[in-house]
């Protein structure tokens, strides 16, 4: 059974910042995607950051380029969501997920080729 939990999410104002983590347990596959999604009030879940635990490339929506960086401690089976520079616009649930290592790239943001979710924690910032 895989298993994601997220921590770290609260209130922050415009400019600060935030760090979420996501610790995994139960991977049943050697290499794999694990993702950031974000999903606000009345709009559909985007992709903010993916990696393949297995290379060594990172991709972010256009969005957070530059203000978030998503990075791994493969010792622990934890990710993390470093948020600098936060707008007004980042608020809304952030989702970490994982999926098969048999996707490619050009899907790192779609939140329906992902199959594990964690329960979602809160970022609200306020300007």
């Known amino acids: 059974q895989v298993q994601l939990v997220e921590s770290g999410g609260g209130s922050v104002q415009a400019g600060g910042s935030l760090r979420l983590s996501c610790a995994a347990s139960?991977?049943?596959?050697?290499?794999?995607?694990l993702g950031w999604f974000r999903q606000a009030p009345g709009k559909e879940r985007e992709g903010v950051a993916a990696?393949?635990?297995?290379?060594?490339?990172?991709y972010y929506a256009d969005s957070v380029k530059g203000r978030f960086t998503l990075s791994q401690d493969n010792a622990r089976n934890t990710h993390y969501l470093q948020m600098n520079n936060l707008k007004s616009g980042d608020t809304g649930i952030y989702y970490c997920?994982?999926?098969?290592?048999?996707?490619?790239?050009?899907?790192?943001?779609?939140?329906?080729?992902?199959?594990?979710w964690g329960q979602g924690t809160q970022v609200t910032v306020s300007s």
């Open positions: 990696i393949a635990t297995g290379g060594r490339s990172t």
């Open positions: 139960g991977y049943i596959y050697s290499n794999h995607w």
């Open positions: 997920a994982a999926r098969s290592s048999a996707y490619g790239p050009g899907t790192a943001m779609s939140a329906m080729t992902y199959e594990y």
